[in-house]
């Protein structure tokens, strides 16, 4: 049985969100984060925090040995793509050594299972609906770590009988139903942005194009509820456990919604006058990605409970009232 679990990058956006889940279901969650872009105010407070850096392999090996952990969330990472362009050492030594070294603090330890956050970001532009055996070619270099990570973390888990599943997800929003935790971090996201925008008194929503090939002219992505995202880690954790097996699963609704109908979703919540400001595209955007996510369904037997457009603006929204 799992009982003791290690999420790194437990005090960012979704591993606040995982650690929510899993308490709810009397996991005993510790947490490793550096804090360098996640905050004191989304740790759960039944969770054991240690404020460390996952290239300091000796102190992460000493707290999963003294903690006994049987099973590792690894989510620390940083993720913005334009900073990785401009930054790319930075990218390589945080997601790609960095998940090598905690990769050898589990190294002859009691840890059985190894999750991994992955991204969408791997797949090869124009592809449209995306499987797992779809063409990998990361346009970013974000991407190009990840894809990295996820091959260091398959060979080292074949050759030390780990159980890993690599989780690759869509984009995700929304924050969670407890009110409590939710997106802090004013990167790139569009439901952030937005919902920072909608709480002003002229609220103006930013598009990048409304010329591209799609229903609408706008950029389509396969938007994921942050809450079913946090709820994917509890079933499969428990599901290659289970099996003694390893697995690799797109997550995402296998719908796309244009970036204009987010825009008219957030606009329809409000009486105010709403601008949406259509402006010129964005270098490197890609027009629109969908996860096929058929295998995902069939491992866990997963029904969403959050697939639903105005559901996850809502609760931005929330969030952001509340923040
Ligand atoms: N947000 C998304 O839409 C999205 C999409 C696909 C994949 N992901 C992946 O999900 C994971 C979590 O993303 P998030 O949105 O919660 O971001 P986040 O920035 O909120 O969380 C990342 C956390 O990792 C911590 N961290 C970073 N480097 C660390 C290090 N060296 N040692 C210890 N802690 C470290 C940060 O302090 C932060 O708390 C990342 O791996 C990201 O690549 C996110």
């Not at 308490?23 to 460390?52: E, P, Q, W, Y």
């Not at 096929?292 to 037997?301: D, G, P, V, Y």
Request: charged residues 30%; glycine residues 6%; aromatic residues 8%.
């Amino acid at each position: 049985m799992i009982k003791n679990i290690l999420i790194t990058g437990g005090a960012g956006y979704i591993g606040s969100h995982i650690s929510e889940v899993l308490i709810k279901n009397r996991k005993k969650i510790f947490i490793a984060d550096n804090l360098s872009t996640g905050h004191k105010r989304l740790i759960n407070k039944k969770a054991k925090f240690f404020k460390v850096d996952i290239l300091k392999n000796k102190k992460i090996r000493d707290i999963i040995v003294k903690n006994k952990i049987d099973s590792v969330i690894h989510l620390a990472a940083n993720l913005i793509i334009s900073e990785g362009e401009k930054n790319p050492k930075k990218y390589f030594r945080n997601n790609v050594l960095g998940t090598k070294s905690l990769l050898k603090a589990c190294e002859n330890t009691g840890v059985k299972n190894f999750v991994f956050s992955s991204t969408a970001a791997v797949y090869k532009d124009g592809q449209y609906k995306v499987h797992e055996k779809s063409v990998i070619k990361p346009k970013s270099f974000y991407g190009k770590t990840k894809i990295k990570a996820e091959k260091i973390i398959k060979r080292f888990c074949k050759r030390n009988k780990i159980n890993y599943c690599i989780l690759r997800y869509f984009n995700i929003a929304g924050s969670s139903p407890s009110g409590k935790i939710g997106l802090i971090n004013k990167s790139d996201h569009l439901f952030k942005n937005f919902s920072r925008e909608i709480i002003k008194k002229r609220p103006i929503l930013k598009i990048y194009g409304d010329n591209y090939n799609t229903k609408d002219g706008s950029c389509i992505r396969d938007f994921i509820h942050v809450y079913d995202i946090a709820e994917i880690h509890y079933k499969v954790l428990e599901k290659i456990n289970k099996l003694k097996n390893s697995i690799t699963l797109n997550c995402g609704y296998n719908k796309g919604i244009s970036v204009l109908e987010v825009a008219k979703a957030f606009k329809k919540q409000t009486l105010k006058m709403v601008k949406i400001l259509v402006l010129k595209r964005r270098k490197g955007d890609l027009v629109k990605i969908i996860a096929s996510n058929n295998k995902l369904k069939k491992f866990i037997k997963w029904k969403p409970k959050f697939n639903n457009l105005n559901l996850i603006v809502k609760s931005c929204i929330n969030w952001e009232k509340r923040h």
